[in-house]
């Protein structure tokens, strides 16, 4: 890029685990540009892992929910006017479109920057294309979402050799993590083993058995000891509460973290992760905790965790996998992977961690 210090606005509202797999981007972004200004929209379910971040100047949360619900109300439009106001009292230089949807396309035109990025018609959705005059093509073979976010900073002329992700815990996630999750736990040795049993409600497609969740933390607490953590957001407590009533073994706990940060926090506490392809298990990479990830619609060649740390992608092949059958009801994908399929990754990680079984 010409100018030296720029001043760039990200797009990338959501989800979750998207906005956390775009985050090697603003590392790349911040190194090449140690003195820009950088500026990011996000919706507010991700907005806690963004507000404070060390790489950021400034972060616009869209409020999703409630403009959803009060779409044709005339003060929602007031307030939306107001917001792309803010953005345009900005004066960008840039604007990367790393979400490629017609709602992130819009919000990147309505900017009024003149040069606006974002991925070639081929390569986005809902006339996204439409909406940036800078698009970049994709190869034609699949790659990680992490690798296709950092190709918009690559298409500038960039470096991309340091990316590895900054998340921001402070000091008081550390200490309510502390206080609120691991003075419960009751085992004083052996492995912290974390898991997430559970997805967003409109990709329950995504979830291994949780009767196999409960087998699968049963045999890892008598042959390890231990602790199991299981972490929950507020339409997956029920969730964990089932595979709770089926297990047998005492030393599990719920996380209810107030935070994506706090989240991650506990995460990089543990020595493990096991869990569905979701948000959760990108944090887990980005922290450096291994990871092992029940993958069974989803394509791991594109949704694979991304980290420096080891992760084992648990995958069995069908007839009819990746696919993305939302309503799918033969989750063969999902129930193909085993109790045995999960615990052989599990003793291949905790041995190397240097945890022993104990003695039978």
Excluded at 218 to 232: H, V
Excluded at 266 to 287: E, K, S, Y
Excluded at 349 to 355: A, D, I, T
Aim: net charge positive.
């Amino acid at each position: 890029m010409e100018i030296k210090n720029p001043r760039i606005l990200m797009v990338r509202l959501g989800a979750i685990g998207d906005v956390i797999r775009t985050l090697p981007a603003l590392r790349a972004l911040r190194n090449n540009f140690p003195d820009a200004y950088i500026a990011w929209v996000v919706e507010d379910r991700a907005a806690s892992l963004l507000i404070n971040h060390p790489d950021l100047n400034k972060v616009f949360v869209v409020p999703r929910k409630e403009w959803q619900q009060n779409s044709l109300n005339l003060k929602t439009f007031r307030e939306f006017v107001r917001f792309i106001q803010s953005l345009r009292k900005e004066a960008f230089d840039l604007v990367l479109d790393f979400h490629g949807l017609l709602k992130s396309g819009l919000i990147t035109f309505l900017t009024g920057v003149k040069r606006r990025v974002g991925y070639a018609r081929k390569f986005s959705k809902e006339g996204n294309f439409l909406f940036t005059n800078d698009q970049v093509s994709l190869p034609d073979y699949k790659i990680n979402r992490v690798e296709k976010n950092l190709l918009l900073v690559k298409h500038l002329g960039l470096r991309i050799d340091e990316y590895n992700p900054l998340i921001p815990i402070t000091e008081k996630d550390r200490e309510f993590v502390t206080s609120a999750i691991f003075s419960r736990l009751t085992a004083s040795f052996g492995p912290k083993v974390i898991m997430h049993p559970g997805s967003s409600p409109s990709t329950p497609y995504k979830r291994w058995d949780l009767s196999r969740f409960a087998r699968l933390s049963d045999r890892i607490i008598q042959k390890y000891s231990g602790n199991i953590l299981f972490t929950a957001g507020n339409d997956e407590r029920e969730l964990v509460n089932n595979i709770f009533k089926q297990m047998t073994e005492p030393r599990h706990v719920l996380c209810q973290t107030e935070t994506l940060t706090q989240l991650a926090e506990v995460i990089r506490r543990c020595d493990l992760f096991i869990g569905n392809d979701t948000a959760p298990m990108h944090l887990a990479a980005f922290v450096g905790t291994p990871v092992i990830a029940l993958f069974g619609p989803t394509d791991p060649i594109e949704n694979a965790p991304f980290g420096k740390e080891e992760s084992i992608v648990i995958r069995k092949d069908v007839s009819c996998n990746p696919c993305r059958i939302r309503e799918c009801q033969n989750l063969s994908c999902m129930d193909s992977i085993s109790v045995e399929d999960v615990l052989e990754a599990v003793d291949r990680v905790l041995l190397h961690k240097g945890f022993n079984p104990n003695p039978r």
